[in-house]
């Protein structure tokens, strides 16, 4: 099954929100952020990103989690200057999140596990 995304835009916020839905791979975080660039979905007055995994679950290896840091560099238009937060409500499935974390360079990334931390910690700064 391909995982899938959807993406909701909060006017109020001026945050994007990414649900994911499904078992993640690093070819459905590629793909999907992908799409969103593509399709428009991030617009230009976005204060930051919300990516909410707790319908989901990741289906990463660890050796190969330097990827998405590695994707977010690729496309600094998109990303960089900016706050990523990542909810997941599973222990297991924080791992990936605090690995990257570590690697974040030009944007900042921090998991969460409610939605009020998350979107507190996104507005705390802007581009």
Do not use: C
Not at 17 to 29: E, P, S, V, W
Not at 59 to 86: M, Q, S, T, W
């Amino acid at each position: 099954m391909i995982a899938k995304a959807t993406y909701k835009f909060d006017d109020q916020l001026k945050i994007l929100f990414k649900t994911y839905h499904g078992a993640i791979t690093i070819q459905d975080l590629t793909r999907t952020w992908d799409e969103a660039i593509e399709q428009n979905h991030i617009p230009a007055n976005v204060k930051g990103f919300i990516l909410d995994y707790r319908e989901a679950g990741f289906n990463i290896p660890l050796d190969r989690y330097k990827e998405i840091p590695a994707y977010y560099r690729l496309h600094p238009e998109v990303f960089e200057g900016y706050r990523i937060a990542i909810l997941t409500n599973s222990p297991k499935d924080i791992v990936i999140p605090v690995l990257v974390e570590m690697e974040d360079f030009g944007y900042q990334s921090r998991p969460f596990s409610t939605l009020e931390a998350a979107v507190k910690w996104v507005l705390l700064k802007e581009k």
